[in-house]
């Protein structure tokens, strides 16, 4: 039985996924390397339920209880109780296979170990646990509390049982689970980086202002958001990870990230989160 569950990584993603776990009734302890962050994200979820709230979806008193639910904690060792992880870190192979094999020895062997990783392959993330069958990917997307999709990846030794557990949560969360296999970017991100970086091309080039390459895509192809409006929304160091994933996976240089994002990346232009990126914030 799932009560407890101990998310890792407070920033744009953990925030959103320590959320939806505490709207839907699990206790979450949301881990990180420094209270401020910590700070931050529950600001963040709380102005979110508070914004339910407002639109009518949710009550005030479910809104108090799902703050409730929510205890943040600088050190892993917290996780002891948890009855499932999901882990959203830093897009970096090495950082997640570090933190895997710590969350191997603190948590009970029973437990699954979700990474919600856009790119990394789960294979090497289980392989860094005696429990590879209890490691998969739980990739949800952003912002976690409005988007229903959650990409679920089964890594080469990913139990049937393990995969069942999670997509059965997924459910619970409101959420709609789709399975994918482990190769570099899943479904999601193997269909979309590229899209995301011929945009970039295109304003390297002088193709196209990023107000026109973003507008031909919402007026003409029905996009929500232009595809360089959306890179900013996700990061553009978190967008060059994940082409970078793709490109050294795969092997083929249709993936190879643009010189323009490395040199954003580079000057810490990161899109929303730093306020500058292909638009200003
Ligand atoms: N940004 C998106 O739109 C998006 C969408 C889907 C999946 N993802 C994936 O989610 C993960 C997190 O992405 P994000 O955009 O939230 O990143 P982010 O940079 O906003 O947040 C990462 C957080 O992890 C913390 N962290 C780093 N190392 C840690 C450690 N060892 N222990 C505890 N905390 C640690 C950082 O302090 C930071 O607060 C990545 O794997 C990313 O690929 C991102």
Redesign the pocket.
Known sequence: MIKTVGV????????GIAQVFAQSGFSVTL????QP?LDR?RATIEKSLGKFVEKGKLSGSDRDAAIGRLRTATS?DELGAADYVV?????NAE??R??FMSLDAITRPDVILA??????SITLLGAATKRPDKVLGM????PVPLMTLVEMIRGQATSAESMRTASDLCTTLGKTPIEAADYPGFI?NRILMPMINEAIFAVMEGVGTPEAIDAVMKLGMNHPMGPLTLAD???L??CL??LNVLHDGIGDPKYRPCPLLRRMVAAGHLGR?TGRGFYPY
């Not at 890792?8 to 925030?15: D, E, F």
């Not at 882990?87 to 897009?91: D, K, L, S, T």
């Not at 990739?139 to 952003?142: I, K, V």
């Open positions: 890792i990584g407070a920033g744009t993603m953990g925030n881990v990180d390397v420094g962050l994200a892993l882990e959203a870190i830093v897009e950082a997640k570090g933190l990474s919600n990783t856009s790119s990394i990739h949800f997307m952003n999601a929304f996700i990061g160091d978190v990870a994940i989160k």
